[in-house]
């Protein structure tokens, strides 16, 4: 076979069934498709490909998949830290938010994160938000993998001023982008229990059931929604969605941070997946949720960073070296949440998170060609003993050389392919100055 | 005046006691001296300086300064992670050391530290370890500032074979290297409570005291050093080491984890200093050092990365990160730990907890040059609402692109400056190779 491509010289982190690194690796690939995965037999001048791309001794793994994210929020990036929650969301957030979020910053904000992701290893992301169309169109773009979803909350919200009509949005998302691009996944996704009544929250997963898409919410993620939905409904906010019918094996989970045993047996009984976002739940002060149990119940846990204005980047390498250190501590325990276990989370179990477990998430045949190439020529990764340990604990998203998603090439030795950064930073910088002055006065 | 140099273009963080920001900077040094830091009153050119260097709009900060670290361990980076605390030094890094520790290997893992700190914005770093003349020897190549100290344990150790001569041993380091260079300042360090008998630890502090140096000790790092140390002498590590009159304003404890109200107003009445190196402690499960509790009374606490064992990076721009968040989530309170308390932190707390507090810390006339540019140009610090927000929540070292020691360049437009670092990786990596061997066998 003539691979249209060929990467050698490198460890390459499979992320198969078996966790397999392969010393002198060699990955091949023809039409977006890995065909080849293996320790290379022979020189490599006899593979015949069309290009045949030198990883230099660096690690060459899946792309990182990010599981939940507000693509547009990074043009909030900073505006406000260090508060509490409400005040940061009354007085900063939503004031930003509901004047300055149009079609038109969702697309420099989406922009702008696609270009952070990109160049450091993140190949796909999940997203929710409003304007959502405007953020499919910026992310085809960029040529990431992304499933995304138009936001349903009941209140008027940037683009949906009636929130009477707020599930209908979103099913016309739906509909206008299901099999548009074989990149773009759309999908559903309603705030919360407590931002979203009854009656929209079955509607919404009824419409997301329907269209055969996944149905995305936060869940549980302050100790005060937790106490809230008890007081209106009796029950835990898990067992309050479950009652009707919204927690099932197409339902993604974001944050779930204030969970009983008992909500984790519904969670792993209804085969639910988890968006885990450590960095936004410290900064927040929102707490830490029980991610080493939930694994060991079986759970399909993958990672997210959550939106810019609450972390504040999309570096996957550094979520995952907090998720391994913040359970650590947290359990008092320095054997659990393991490289193998985070570098899990970060690619096939974000995969099967988000429902794309079949195409992405690993380096084997029939799966994408979404790759990455970590360049380990730094002195913060010198010398490399374990290259998952380097993976989880030393690497930053600075030191992702090459980043290929259905095997086109996105980044090349550390330079964006066709995607024009200076101009994105020159509108987000605009947009952000037009934000600063309005919370200076 | 005539300034060797002159910044501008840069918004400038001075962490001077107003923690002023000046937005449009110009900071100005000769002779390796801060003369010069204000917010631009002229056209550049009507400065008089032999260079002028253009910030791009960047962040200039103080140099970091890592408060606890161990270069030589660079070497094992990655060596072992994920294990239970006495089997990753019983069965990993004793063996390890013993085996693989010389004077060579000293040198080469710290230049390997050396090159990693220059090339992430640490300009200044407080060691203990042993062969420190060879460190020391070192870290002068390199042209970093530093606080090093000669290891003091009751076991044999490597260039001691006799503990009965390590006081002596630190001693000799000492006198060697006062005044031998601005660069150097000698310190002496006990390991811990548990590895230093009573004689030893009064030993080596009355040493210190003596010869006018910062003494430097581990101290409550885990809860069973807290319980061994209550065991064997009924009291706390702190009140025990107070007892020994080790605990004054030149000593330096690294950890402070387990500690009760009692510790602390012993801390606060002798004016210790202390060294917070989050990152290790949630790696190896040591559990989290109440210090919001401690800057809330008065105690200065500084910023470490610890060796590169248990981190396993010596980034101090990610450890801010984890050290802001940690402490969020885990007091439950989202405004602890603001991104001002943290830069303070990892700057003039930082120089005062090493004792350098009236030359190094901050950019203010008087002090030594040591300074860094953040290079802003990126999509993950786009928009910048809050300077000091980004440094803490949003760059990694990978971020920093020009640095200077005493107004001596070590990194110019992200290019280390007199440091062949390919040479450096190349023999840390042939060390690495023989580690891996030993480990494998």
């Not at 993976?391 to 330079?415: E, I, M, Q, T």
């Amino acid at each position: 076979m003539e691979f249209d491509r060929i990467i050698y010289n490198g460890t390459v982190i499979t992320v198969n069934s078996d966790f397999e690194i392969i010393k002198d690796g060699v990955v091949g690939f023809k039409d977006g498709v890995i065909h080849l995965v293996e320790s290379r037999k022979k020189d490599i001048t006899l593979y015949d490909a069309g290009e045949i791309i030198d990883a230099q001794g660096g690690i060459v793994m899946p792309g990182l998949i990010n599981a939940h994210v507000h693509l547009p929020m990074s043009i909030f990036r900073g505006l406000a830290d260090d508060l509490p929650l409400a005040q940061w969301l009354n007085e900063y957030i939503f004031p930003a938010e509901q004047k300055y979020i149009s079609r038109q910053t969702v697309r420099i904000g989406t922009l702008l994160s696609c270009a952070e992701m990109i160049m450091s290893g993140t190949t796909t992301c999940c997203d929710g938000y409003f304007y959502e169309d405007a953020v499919a169109a910026a992310v085809l773009e960029t040529g990431l993998r992304a499933v995304l979803a138009q936001g349903v909350i009941d209140f008027p919200a940037p683009g949906v001023p009636d929130p009477l009509k707020n599930v209908e949005a979103a099913t016309v998302f739906v509909k206008q982008w299901k099999n548009r691009s074989s990149l773009i996944t759309p999908s559903i996704f309603c705030h919360s229990p407590y931002t979203c009544s009854t009656d929209t929250l079955k509607k919404a997963k009824q419409a997301a059931d329907l269209l055969g898409v996944l149905f995305q919410i936060h869940v549980a993620e302050t100790k005060q929604e937790v106490e809230q939905i008890q007081e209106m409904h009796g029950i835990s906010p898990v067992k309050y969605l479950d009652s009707l019918g919204v927690i099932n094996g197409n339902t993604l989970i974001s944050h779930a941070v204030w969970l009983d045993e008992e909500d984790m047996d519904v969670l792993a009984g209804r085969n639910a997946r988890i968006a885990h976002c450590p960095e936004s739940n410290m900064k927040l002060a929102s707490g830490v949720a029980p991610i080493p149990d939930m694994i060991e119940t079986g759970i399909c846990v993958g990672l997210g960073t959550d939106g810019c204005a609450s972390n504040n980047n999309l570096d996957l390498f550094v979520e995952m070296d907090s998720a391994a250190k913040l359970h650590k501590v947290v359990k008092g325990d320095p054997t659990v949440m393991d490289a193998k276990t985070v570098i899990k989370m970060a690619t096939i179990k974000g995969a099967k998170a988000i429902g794309l477990g079949d195409i992405i998430g690993s380096l084997e045949p029939g799966k994408q060609a979404d790759i990455i190439i970590i360049d380990t020529q730094k002195p913060h990764l010198t010398p490399m003993y374990h290259p998952e340990s380097h993976v989880v604990y030393a690497v930053n998203g600075a030191d992702v050389s090459d980043v290929f998603v259905s095997g086109k090439p996105l980044v090349r030795n550390y330079l964006p392919i066709n995607l024009d950064v200076n101009e994105i930073m020159r509108q987000a910088g605009s947009v952000g100055l037009a934000i600063k002055q309005m919370t200076a006065s």
